[in-house]
């Protein structure tokens, strides 16, 4: 015999006592069965023989019966229900030990047959077949036990005639019998109880395992889940975060718009990011910035929906409330696109500042289902944050225009003060040679009214070795810088110029500031002088007197040569 023969048999021999009480009690039927076939054919190989050559048929025909009923219960076990199965072989038992009492009484295996009728079937259908049996065997023993002394049945041995005619022999004998095997019937029931009941309390205490595992194993899902979720909210959290804080850093608002909607798509890992704002007339909501390749073919046809009629959109811009599609197959405001074909799942959110609806953030997702009450949460702070930003962007946007009408404004009253001053002055200017600095009123050199007229620098250094820088105010050139050195020496270098440039500009802000002051001092003296007059006008109600006394101060404050006032009709005017 092999190994694995030799493996594989004591393997099948350990399993015989695993499982169930009446998994146990099928596998040990089906096993005697098969002994019982077994050893009977060879026992009936055996004695067919002698029975032949003895003139015995009857045993023969017995024991050919009995091993026909076992061979048949064995090979359709199948087919035939246990209980009907055990009782047959219980039954060819109990038969055998029967013959057995004719052929040698008391003394021979009729004890053994007997005894396995009882003991298996206590195992095999219970204690109370087991208490069944012992009484049929009793019943048997003293039914042979009187036949046998009143010699209705002779032994065939010989041998034992005298002892099995013997009343006394059976009156020993079948006490002890009777009394051994209720003992084993009695000890195989309380095993049998035994094993059911730790069976069963094994069974219980498995089910009960089973149920603590199955328990732990649901709260470690609902763990697990609980800590997915929590992740996923946390990673929205700070994405939502990281994408406030870069909408905030940007102030132009397309800029803004387009670095947000990427920014929603990359972190939270959506198909779809767009931005619709509210046109001037309220009438259409209009895709604004787009993250996907379909979105940003939208946004280049100029996508719009009108609010409070088309689409998720429309609606969300109408009503100001979250609008989520978790199958937008089955939406029915949803206003689907050839343009984003993989979309499933939507959700819309408005986008609201100062209690005013002024657009809308839609984002959209490949699978259904794809949003819970966590990224609708998530996104709304999203969304809050995001309204602020374009907020910002547009109140920057505002200022950034004021401050450049301003600029322009400012620039040109300062333009037109130095006109108007250049203009009074006249050309004026100073020149620092050999040491000396001194005015200067001769006419301008041409590089100087090159560098005037080009508002650039003019180097002239091959020609004079100059350098003519003009001086800008608010855009306008007011006046040149010509610095000149020998021609002998090298050209102007980069530093020098950026040197001389930087003076300009400094002298630039500084006429300026000296300007600015000196036109304001001169209001100050003009509204000092405006009320000292106006005072004086005031010491007195007399018209006479009033018109004196302004001709007077009017004449002592500009010291001018003449003041003439005159008050006259309307035809002495003519």
Do not use: C
């Amino acid at each position: 015999m092999s190994e694995k023969t030799s493996t594989s048999f004591w393997q099948r021999f350990q399993n015989l006592g695993s499982g169930s009480l009446p998994e146990l009690r099928e596998r040990m039927l089906s096993n005697l069965s098969w002994f019982f076939v077994v050893a009977g054919l060879g026992l009936l190989a055996v004695s067919a023989p002698e029975d032949i050559s003895k003139g015995t048929y009857g045993i023969l025909i017995f024991d050919g019966i009995t091993f026909g009923i076992l061979l048949l219960l064995t090979i359709f076990r199948d087919r035939i229900p246990y209980i009907y199965r055990a009782l047959g072989l219980i039954s060819v038992a109990f038969a055998q030990g029967v013959s057995t009492f004719q052929g040698s009484g008391i003394v021979g295996d009729s004890r053994v047959w007997f005894m396995f009728v009882n003991v298996f079937a206590t195992i095999l259908i219970g204690f109370r077949a087991g208490l069944i049996a012992n009484g049929l065997s009793l019943i048997a023993h003293i039914a042979a036990a009187y036949l046998t002394v009143n010699q209705y049945i002779i032994p065939k041995e010989t041998a034992t005639i005298l002892y099995n005619t013997n009343a006394d022999s059976w009156s020993s004998l079948i006490p002890n019998f009777t009394l051994i095997s209720l003992v084993i019937t009695l000890t195989i029931a309380i095993i049998i109880r035994g094993m059911e009941q730790s069976r069963d309390s094994l069974e219980e205490t498995y089910s009960e395992t089973q149920n603590l595992t199955n328990q732990l194993s649901k709260e470690q899902e609902l763990l697990k889940r609980q800590t997915t979720a929590l992740e996923k909210r946390t990673r929205y959290i700070e994405a939502a975060a990281d994408v406030g804080k870069a909408a905030t850093s940007v102030y132009n608002i397309d800029e803004m718009l387009d670095l947000v909607v990427n920014m929603i798509s990359e972190r939270f890992g959506f198909y779809q990011a767009g931005i619709f704002l509210i046109d001037d007339r309220g009438e259409y909501a209009v895709m604004e910035a787009a993250s996907s390749d379909g979105g940003k073919r939208m946004l280049a046809r100029s996508h719009k929906l009108r609010v409070g009629e088309e689409g998720m959109v429309g609606y969300v811009t109408s009503q100001g409330k979250v609008r989520i599609a978790l199958d937008v197959g089955e939406e029915a405001t949803h206003f689907s696109t050839p343009e984003l074909p993989l979309t499933r799942s939507e959700m819309t959110l408005p986008l609201i500042w100062g209690g005013r609806i002024f657009g809308a953030l839609d984002v959209q997702s490949t699978e259904e289902n794809a949003f819970s009450e966590e990224d609708i949460s998530s996104l709304t702070v999203l969304a809050d944050q995001v309204s602020m930003a374009i907020n910002n962007a547009k109140l920057f946007e505002e200022l950034q225009t004021s401050l450049a009408a301003e600029r322009q404004a400012f620039g040109e009253i300062s333009r037109q003060a130095w006109h108007n001053l250049i203009r009074r002055s006249g050309s004026w200017g100073y020149r620092f040679s050999n040491n000396r600095t001194t005015a200067t009123e001769t006419a301008w050199p041409d590089e100087m009214v090159k560098a005037l007229e080009a508002k650039q620098v003019i180097n002239t250094f091959a020609e004079n070795g100059s350098l003519s820088v003009p001086i800008m105010i608010s855009d306008a050139p007011v006046g040149v810088i010509r610095v000149q050195k020998p021609t002998t020496g090298v050209d102007w270098t980069d530093d020098e110029k950026e040197l001389i440039q930087t003076l300009t500009d400094r002298l630039s802000q500084a006429l300026e500031s000296a300007r600015v002051y000196q036109a304001s001092q001169m209001q100050a003296m003009q509204e000092q002088l405006t009320t000292e007059i106006s005072g004086q006008l005031r010491r007195t109600l007399d018209i006479d007197t009033v018109l004196k006394t302004a001709a007077k101060e009017l004449g002592n404050a500009f010291k001018a040569k003449e003041v003439v006032i005159r008050m006259a009709p309307d035809e002495s005017r003519n």
